[in-house]
Structure formats: C-alpha cells, structure tokens
C-alpha cells in the first residue's frame, strides 16, 4: 500500500445569462453587456478541487502515474466526436 494525494472535485460553477441580463443589454448596461459576451465566448466554467490523501495498492498508483483517464473524461471525449460526426453526416447528405 502506498499513501498519495489525488484531487477531488467538490464543486463546479458557470457563468449564466438570465433574463434581467438581457434587459440590461438591451438598456445598454455595460456589466450586463460584459456578462453576455464572457457567457458567449468563454464558457466561464469552473471545478473546485480539494486534495485528499489515500491509500492506494501498487498498481492502482502506478497506473494512476502514467496518467491514466477517468471514465468522465473518456464519456466527454465521446460526446464532441459523435457531434463532430453528426456535423459530417448533415455536411454530406446536403441537408438545407
């Protein structure tokens, strides 16, 4: 066994445009106008993380040193190549 520090994820936030914002862009406020072009351009999202020491076996560390992929990870990764695939398919069908 073989004690190490991994890091957690606690919490997550994310930048949102509510409908108060959109009538602050529409009155030409410039901190709602700032929040829509943040929310449009950067996605504002963001993990907290905490460490935590754990026990691990061996070979869980060792494969944990090589950089293995969560399964959360892996899922995203599936996601963004099914969409990119669904934009080749509607791209060769020639759909209006």
Same mark, same amino acid.
Request: net charge positive; with cysteine; charged share 20%.
């Given at each position: ?6 890091? =957690?994820? =606690?919490? @997550? ?11 602050? /862009? ?9 929040? $829509?072009?943040?929310? /449009? ?20 560390? +060792?494969?944990? +040193? /090589? %950089?293995?992929?969560?399964?959360? %990870?892996?899922? @995203?990764?599936? /996601? ?5 695939? $669904?934009?080749?398919? =509607? %791209?060769?069908? %020639? @759909?209006?």
């Amino acid at each position: 066994m073989v004690q190490k520090t991994i890091q =957690v994820e =606690v919490g @997550s936030s994310e930048t949102k445009v509510t409908g108060r914002t959109w009538l602050g /862009v529409f009155a030409e406020d410039k901190s709602s106008i700032n929040a $829509v072009r943040r929310s /449009v351009f950067n996605s504002g999202a963001r993990k907290y993380l905490r460490n935590k020491t754990v026990w691990m076996c061996r070979e869980c560390a +060792a494969a944990r +040193a /090589v %950089g293995m992929k969560s399964k959360k %990870g892996f899922s @995203s990764m599936i /996601v963004i190549l099914g969409i990119i695939a $669904v934009f080749i398919l =509607v %791209g060769l069908t %020639g @759909s209006p």
